[in-house]
């Protein structure tokens, strides 16, 4: 024996309906169907609703629906059944109407709508569906009854959402099935009645209920809910995009997803089929070969710990808070029995231990109620000033996390409140069952969205990572690096689990967003084409919106504008990686700001690339201090244009011809004045002692500039070269002095106990600088651990496909 129900969604057309009716019969197979439930088709409920509002106002604008409502329906029968059978389904349609166009003009008359005439008016859409249905079972074949639920369920009279009096009821089913001759019974879901005939109705999703009711009465080996998704997922798929079907749920873990919004299944229709153990299976009617989510009792065999997080929307919290509650016997018991005596459903609560406050999450609609009958029942406890205050916070969401498995295993929670503390989401309220089944946290409604996003990727992808990156300029180096990043994608998900996702590109006009991830694929077109301008602050709320634990910013430009928006992102929690000087080499108390920013908000501030490119000159520093190994001399060759020129300067030729080739070869800066002066060194090595912790400025380094004084005002690099000749003879002069010497010439910067300084020294030529060949860069580390000999470095120390791949580097020290 089974039991079918159909959704709205399912018989939404009539093309879905006939779909149904042609399939059904393979999907029962050899086993017998008891009864088939369906919904209204979609939309119809809410029609409904809609329409006795406003008749309930006087607006007789509901005659317009109710006309449109009957041609859906009369539609409905003419494209579904043969016109020889269409002439009593459509009398009988308009039979139905007639009663509902009687009790709308009614309700239009007297102006005002009941909850009872409300129950009596949204019964129709159930009726009209079911009877349309049952005709259409008969024309494919199958032998039927329509069935009213009305006859045979019984409850009180609490209109919207009545209480079954389910002994009656069962027995109601039973005797009714006794005379039904194995006929298959279509039957209204959401629709039953008092023992003296008044329709009620039993909530919306009552439909599931009265499935499971029919399955409990007929002690049905299997119930199916045909809904529009291939069973019960993870997460909402319309918010997490990598939701996916669960293969088997407990009846307790399927009841505390669905209490917290969980909208496949409701909270009512299990608990008939799970007194008699009945399996509830949940499939997609636009799927129906998918085995969809069973519901049992049974051993989850399922590998992750949490089977799935669900969430309540804009709900209120309710906050009863004071002194005097510590220790006061009975205060909860009053609390819970004034809100029960107005009727106001609970759907979350938790108490400080130490008695102080008590918080309870109720819908926002009861929240207003809640407060007078708690002030009213608290009076004298607020007057004498034992209670506070009662406080309502609204605009809340519930975030729910579910699973059998997490009874006994350390670390949930911490791993759920680490996930949402790193994407800067504040919990309002914790609440936890000593079943360990649900761990519950109140957040901030705008921030829902992301809490699902970001515990799923946390549980439900075991060593897979996202990262979310954000790249400012897209120019040489930022350029580089979004064509590796598109590259290697595929790479890094497979071989280290890791998805790095590009989530917005900016440069000096356009802005490109995307929360699921830019496609690199022709990005450059993408962001010509955009019609966001660049906007560093949208891109901050942006990332507010959607932050997620790995969440880094990268500013591949030399703006100083954009430097300044540093603290914000580092603030958020948001890391930050730079191949930009400009943050390093300002005032010490912005760099030392930018590093305690980063500590004190858990996230990270890396510019490797500011000094190496691509080689781990900052890093090796970096483990030099962290060991406690103190640092004696920092010397090396920082500049990769001027270890090119002194590499090559052997005199073979003049130094001004030597300087217009590399400017030739692109190894200059487009002004070579910019690469001679010595600066570039001298910031490089500034970045060094700083972070070593030395406060140091740029004014404390002693810089040789090898542009001649003469040469050093306004000048356009063509006629700076020509003019660079006269000083030829004096580069000779000192090659020649340094030869004589046995030495070379290379232009070093070194920190010691002395003033910091770059310059153009003569070296041994076995320094560790003398090998050096081209354009490479090299730094050499003196401590205590390595005394005799230094640590070296070297390698290429500029260009963008270093430089990139040192920033990609970087992102990925990030990622925890």
């Known amino acids: 024996m089974q039991v079918f129900k159909f959704g709205g969604s399912s018989v939404g057309t009539p093309e879905r309906i006939q779909e149904i009716a042609s399939w059904f019969p393979d999907a029962v197979g050899k086993q017998q169907c008891g009864g088939v439930v369906f919904s209204a088709f979609q939309g119809v409920t809410d029609q409904l609703i809609s329409m006795a509002e406003r008749a309930g106002a006087g607006d007789d604008s509901y005659t317009t629906d109710l006309g449109s409502m009957e041609g859906r329906h009369i539609d409905a029968i003419r494209k579904m059944l043969p016109s020889s059978q269409q002439s009593q389904a459509i009398a009988g349609v308009k039979f139905l109407l007639n009663d509902l166009e009687d009790i709308l003009q009614g309700v239009y008359l007297v102006k005002e709508l009941t909850p009872r005439s409300m129950d009596f008016i949204t019964s129709f859409g159930e009726q009209l569906s079911n009877y349309i249905i049952h005709l259409v079972f008969r024309h494919h074949g199958i032998d039927c009854d329509y069935l009213d639920a009305r006859t045979v369920i019984v409850t009180d009279d609490q209109f919207g959402n009545a209480e079954v009096d389910m002994d009656a009821t069962l027995q109601n089913i039973r005797n009714h099935y006794k005379n039904r001759d194995n006929r298959l019974q279509v039957i209204t879901g959401f629709i039953a009645a008092t023992e003296t005939g008044v329709t009620t109705t039993l909530g919306r999703g009552g439909s599931d209920y009265t499935a499971s009711i029919f399955a409990a009465a ?34 307790e873990e399927a009841m505390e997803l669905s209490h917290f919004g969980a909208k496949v299944i409701h909270p009512p229709t299990i608990e008939p089929a799970m007194s008699r153990e009945i399996p509830i299976r949940i499939k997609n009617t636009m799927n129906p070969s998918f085995p969809g989510t069973v519901i049992g009792k049974m051993e989850s065999k399922q590998e992750h710990i949490i089977k799935g997080i669900s969430s309540i929307d804009n709900v209120a919290l309710i906050r009863v808070q004071g002194s005097g509650l510590v220790g006061m016997a009975g205060v909860a018991q009053r609390i819970f029995g004034a809100l029960a005596a107005g009727r106001i459903n609970i759907i979350l609560i938790t108490q400080a231990s130490s008695e102080h406050s008590v918080c309870l999450a109720v819908m926002p609609k009861d929240a207003a109620k809640a407060k007078k009958l708690l002030e009213k029942e608290l009076r004298h406890e607020l007057s004498i000033r034992k209670v506070a205050d009662i406080i309502v916070e609204k605009d809340l969401s519930i975030i729910a996390v579910v699973g059998e498995n997490m009874r006994n295993t350390p670390g949930i929670a911490g791993k759920i409140f680490q996930a949402l503390g790193r994407s800067r989401i504040n919990i309002s309220a914790i609440a936890q069952g000593s079943s360990e089944l649900n761990i519950s946290a109140v957040i901030q409604q705008r921030d829902k969205a992301k809490a699902l996003r970001v515990i799923h990727d946390a549980f439900f992808y075991g ?177 990769g244009t001027l270890s090119y020129l002194f590499n090559k300067f052997d005199g073979s030729k003049p130094f001004s011809e030597l300087v217009r080739v590399a400017r030739e070869n692109g190894y200059t800066e487009p002004d070579p004045r910019d690469d001679l002066n010595g600066m570039d060194a001298a910031r490089k090595l500034l970045i060094l002692a700083r972070t070593q912790g030395k406060a140091l400025s740029l004014d404390d380094i002693e810089v040789e500039n090898l542009v001649p004084e003469e040469l050093r005002g306004d000048m356009d690099p063509d006629t700076f070269l020509e003019k660079l000749k006269v000083y030829d003879e004096a580069f000779e002069q000192r ?37 050096l060949e081209g354009s490479e860069n090299m730094l050499n580390i003196t401590t205590d651990a390595y005394s005799e000999t230094p640590l070296v470095i070297k390698g290429p120390g500029a260009g963008p496909v270093v430089t990139a791949n040192g920033v990609l580097n970087d992102i990925l020290k990030t990622i925890k």
């Open 463 to 639: 060593p897979r990572k996202t990262a979310n990156i954000y790249v400012f300029g897209a120019g040489l180096i930022g350029g580089q690096l979004l064509n590796d990043i598109r590259d290697k994608q595929d790479w890094f998900l497979t071989s280290r689990h890791l998805d790095l996702r590009v989530n917005g590109i900016m440069n000096s006009k356009k802005l490109l967003l995307d929360e699921d991830g830019i496609e690199l694929g022709g990005w450059e077109k993408k962001l010509a084409s955009t019609r966001k301008q660049a906007d560093p602050g949208a891109l901050l709320e942006f990332v507010k919106k959607n932050q997620s634990p790995n969440t880094i910013i990268v500013d591949a430009t030399a703006d100083e504008a954009i430097v300044e928006w540093y603290d914000a992102f580092l603030k958020q929690g948001v890391a930050v990686v730079t191949p930009n000087k400009k943050a390093n080499t300002n005032d010490w108390e912005q760099y030392r700001r930018l590093s305690d920013l980063a500590r004190d908000n858990d996230t990270q501030f890396l510019y490797e690339t500011n000094v190496g490119a691509g080689l781990p000159f900052v890093e090796a520093v970096k483990q030099r201090v962290a060991s406690g190994d103190e640092i004696h001399r920092i010397e090396g060759v920082f500049s």
């Open 735 to 771: 090659l020649d002095q340094a030869k004589k010497e046995g030495k070379l010439l290379r232009y070093l910067a070194i920190l010691d106990d002395g003033t910091p300084r770059v310059r153009l020294e003569a070296v041994d030529s076995g320094h560790p600088v003398s090998g």
């Open 218 to 251: 007929l002690e049905a080996e299997e119930l199916q809910i045909w809904t529009d998704v291939d069973g019960v997922l993870t997460s909402d798929p319309r918010v997490v995009k990598e939701a996916f079907t669960m293969d088997v749920l407990s009846y």
